[in-house]
Each structure stands twice: as C-alpha cells, then as structure tokens.
C-alpha cells in the first residue's frame, strides 16, 4: 500500500519562501508521476506541478517560475520549493503519485500553506 506524508507547510509573509516535501512509501518512486495539488477553501482541487520519473515538468501558469518540483528517487522523497509566494498560494496541498503501469492513484494528507498579505 502506497503512502504519501507532506510536510513543510506553514504560514509565511507575501514573497517568502517553503519547501514542502512529499516522503513515499510501499512504492518506489521512479514506477510513479509524482505532483502537487493544492485546494483552496470554497476552491476545486487543482494541479500545481508534476514530475515524470524521467524528470519531466509540468506547471500550471499561475506558479511557473515561482515553483520548482523536484525528486530524490534515492530518498523516495517529492520536493516543491516555493518562492515569491503569494495570499492566493494559500492551500492545503497535496501529494499525489500515479503508478506508470497499473495507474493506481494515491494521495497524502496534505498540509496547510498559508501566505500573509
């Protein structure tokens, strides 16, 4: 059974900085797309980046160049290095993993980010 635990949230002030890290287990990552989600309140769950075991990335626009996603497949461990963060950043985000043969999809708990104007 796969599963994901985030941490790195917290609340920092407009134009800070986090590092958010997703550690996996019951998998091994390079067989998994890792990405982060994030979901506002009141707000639908959306993508904010992924990551193929190959070290493709994808970004949604509202965080490129802000945002970087990264892997340790020798730590099993997903990153998301934030920077000039913004109030509309706040979220609870996710960590997901899609397995590249059998498609099964896992999720973590999540874990609050919120930004002070």
């Known amino acids: 059974q796969v599963q994901l635990v985030e941490s790195g949230g917290g609340l920092v002030q407009a134009g800070g900085s986090l590092r958010l890290s997703c550690a996996a287990s019951?998998?091994?990552?390079?067989?998994?797309?890792m990405g982060w989600y994030r979901q506002a309140p009141g707000k639908q769950r959306e993508m904010v980046a992924t990551?193929?075991?190959?070290?493709?990335?994808n970004y949604a626009d509202s965080v490129k160049d802000r945002f970087t996603i990264s892997r340790d497949n020798n730590e099993n461990t997903v990153y998301l290095q934030m920077s000039s963060l913004k109030p509309e950043d706040t979220a609870v985000y996710y960590c997901?993993?899609?397995?590249?043969?059998?498609?099964?999809?896992?999720w973590g708990q999540g874990t609050q980010v919120t930004v002070s104007s």
């Open positions: 997901n993993s899609v397995h590249v043969y059998n498609r099964r999809s896992s």
């Open positions: 990551i193929t075991s190959g070290g493709s990335t």
């Open positions: 019951g998998t091994i990552l390079t067989y998994n797309v």
